[in-house]
């Protein structure tokens, strides 16, 4: 349970920076003003029970991170009251309770200290904090050389691993990859129904929404709205056109360090399995570029594997030229086994007609572990066709449907 009463805290910034010690003096003898105090919090009001999930919204330098460390004990408040009842596990910026120097092995065992994890049950965990994590032999390697993705993943796995009764997140899981948020966003609930308090943190409304049931909005420092979570990131977007805009920028760096986490984390697996070529076929697997609407369509995916891997997930993801998602066919989503594969490969899939009206079409890929949480490749974006226009085709839309007109006798 997190009860907070007229919670504030004041921080000092420094108008001027002094070079040297005569800057220094002569600025205090002329009593010129270099600090200024503010409050960075005030008078926040919440209570969550135990069980309770909560979300805290609010653009950048609102003080979300600011609540967080206090609630964890980091920094005291200067005024008000804060009544925090069970064990907290704090999951605040990336690298807090990490050694760059240590493995991840290793800064497992430094990081559960730094929870207050006893040895022993740091050890009864270590398998499931390692498997949750995904990284797998990269455990033994020093964290210096893990990309951003990485340290989060294990600084979520061991903080989700931790018998807590309060989980306080602070925007880590902008980071991961939408598979691993995917994970990560089911461990919230599957704590939660375990009794424990959640406290979420994120620039992602889409999650929270999700997620929390109630939702605090922080602007400048004050507690502006608590209440639905739908009525909160409404009045919170609506708020201002400028506010709007920051939100948008916002969404789109932490979706282009996601996006830079992937690539990261794909360079060091060094591709297990890698697509040789994508290649667009119509009758009798005649390569091809150009379709006509209701024409068929095989997709001839080539590929190599390093070493024995089982029943790899292959998924593809087809746009319009605008962006406009159409469809994203994958093996298992058809509950199609690919088996065992090693070495060269070919995978086909075949469409007997494309209901697709004419345009260019953007195709990505990516080929996943069999628990869909590791991508050995990827490729955004990396292939097109094209479906032209037909005599016979007079229809209008984004979709050639096959359809007859009846008067009924």
């Known amino acids: 349970m997190i009860a907070c009463q007229n919670l504030g805290i004041q921080f000092t910034r420094r108008h001027h920076r002094e070079q040297s010690l005569k800057d220094f003096v002569l600025h205090r003898l002329r009593r010129m003003d270099v ?3 503010f409050w960075a919090l005030k008078e926040i009001d919440f209570t969550l029970p ?4 909560m979300g805290v919204i609010g653009t950048n330098g609102s003080g979300k991170s600011t609540l967080l460390k206090v609630l964890s004990g980091l920094l005291k408040p200067d005024e ?14 990336l690298g807090t309770g990490f050694e760059p120097s240590l493995s991840g092995a290793e800064n497992i065992y430094f990081n559960g200290a730094v929870l207050n994890m006893p040895r022993k049950e740091i050890a009864a965990n270590f398998n499931r904090i390692v498997d949750f994590s995904g990284l797998g032999d990269l455990i033994e390697t020093p964290l210096v050389h893990y990309s951003t993705g990485m340290a989060m993943r294990l600084g979520f796995s061991i903080a989700a691993h931790s018998p807590a009764d309060v989980l306080l997140i602070d925007e880590i899981l902008a980071v991961g990859d939408q598979v691993f948020q995917r994970r990560c966003l089911d461990k919230i609930n599957e704590l939660n129904g375990q009794g424990v308090s959640v406290l979420f943190v994120s620039h992602g409304l889409a999650q929270v929404k999700e997620l929390c049931k109630s939702v605090l909005w922080i602007h400048e420092g004050r507690q502006k709205f608590l209440g639905p ?11 201002t ?6 939100i948008r920028e916002e969404q789109k760096r932490a979706e282009a360090a996601a996006e830079k986490a992937q690539k990261e984390r794909l360079d060091n697996k060094g591709k297990v399995v890698a697509t040789v070529g994508l290649t667009f076929c119509g009758e ?5 570029d150009k379709f006509k609407p209701h024409d068929p369509l095989t997709i001839r995916w080539e590929y190599h594997a390093k070493k024995r891997v ?24 058809c509950r199609f086994s690919t088996g065992v594969i090693e070495g060269h490969g070919v995978l086909l899939l075949k469409m007997a007609s494309i209901p697709l009206s004419p345009g260019i079409y953007k195709v990505s890929l990516a080929i996943w572990d069999s628990t869909h949480t590791h991508a050995y490749d990827w490729g955004e974006l990396a292939y097109e066709f094209e479906v032209v226009s037909a005599s016979w085709y007079k229809h209008r839309g984004c979709v050639a449907m096959d359809y007859q007109w009846k008067i009924q006798s």
């Open 50 to 53: 135990q069980g309770g999930v």
């Open 310 to 333: 089982e029943n790899p997930i292959f998924g593809l993801a087809i746009h319009r030229e605008d962006g406009t998602h159409i469809c994203g066919p994958n093996t298992q989503d």
């Open 35 to 37: 600090e200024r105090k």
């Open 241 to 246: 056109d400028e506010n709007y805009r920051q």
């Open 80 to 93: 008000g009251a804060v009544d925090v009842q069970g064990r907290i596990a704090p999951l605040l910026e």
């Open 229 to 239: 979570a739908d009525e909160a990131t409404e009045r919170y977007l609506m708020h």
């Open 284 to 288: 009798n697997l005649k390569p091809a």
